[in-house]
T-cell receptor
Framework: AQSVTQPDIHITVSEGASLELRCNYS??????LFWYVQSPGQGLQLLLK??????LVQGIKGFEAEFKRSQSSFNLRKPSVHWSDAAEYFC????????????FGPGTSLSVIP | GAVVSQHPSWVICKSGTSVKIECRSL??????MFWYRQFPKQSLMLMAT?????????EQGVEKDKFLINHASLTLSTLTVTSAHPEDSSFYIC??????????FGPGTRLTVT
């Protein structure tokens, strides 16, 4: 069955500290992977995506993620968190074909201590 | 590029009435559109997938007679919540994809049924 897990429901970090949000997936086909961020009451903003090629992908706002096929993981990282990064983060996975639906993980809520 | 809009952004309706939500791709042709529902502090749940000119494909457990989806053109899909009840109150998000398999998300519509 296709699924996405984000083991951490909620994470709190201090401003300036490093961050890693975990994402594991189960997908029968070659996956393409996304990380989205959502502020309260807002839509989704794409942080980064992985389709193929270099397994370390760079995104917006200083985020990066590394695809590890052997571990079925796509963890999101940021070296120094800013207070404005406090939001809900969703990992998502889809198949590398057109029109296929994307499956979202349950989300990780990030709080940042000033 | 790749902008998706939703209208309205917020709607309040009385129980028993119907409400229509529009999803538009502003600068590309969306061959496929997706409708998601999000409850507070939860992830996005796919409701249905619609391809232009054909009937929508609903996910298991979604009442097709209650959530009417129309994808009449390559830039517009509508979701009509019929005979709305308070339990239909939620955040509805659409996304659209065109020639590539990347989905572009709208800003969401908050529906409150009183």
């Amino acid at each position: 069955a296709q699924s996405v897990t984000q083991p951490d429901i909620h994470i709190t970090v201090s401003e300036g500290a490093s961050l890693e949000l975990r994402c594991n997936y189960s997908y029968g086909a070659t996956p393409y992977l996304f990380w989205y961020v959502q502020s309260p009451g807002q839509g989704l903003q794409l942080l980064l995506k992985y389709f193929s090629g270099d397994t370390l992908v760079q995104g917006i706002k200083g985020f990066e993620a590394e695809f590890k096929r052997s571990q079925s993981s796509f963890n999101l990282r940021k070296p120094s968190v800013h207070w404005s990064d406090a939001a809900e983060y969703f990992c998502a996975v889809g198949a590398v074909t057109s029109y296929d639906k994307v499956i979202f993980g349950p989300g990780t809520s990030l709080s940042v201590i000033p | 590029g790749a902008v998706v809009s939703q209208h309205p952004s917020w709607v309040i309706c009385k129980s028993g009435t119907s409400v229509k939500i529009e999803c538009r791709s502003l600068d590309f042709q969306a061959t496929t559109m997706f409708w998601y529902r999000q409850f507070p502090k939860q992830s996005l749940m796919l409701m249905a997938t619609s391809n232009e000119g054909s009937k929508a494909t609903y996910e298991q457990g979604v009442e097709k007679d209650k959530f009417l989806i129309n994808h009449a053109s390559l830039t517009l899909s509508t979701l009509t919540v019929t005979s709305a009840h308070p339990e239909d109150s939620s955040f509805y998000i659409c996304s659209a994809s065109g020639d590539t398999y990347e989905q572009y998300f709208g800003p969401g519509t908050r529906l409150t049924v009183t």
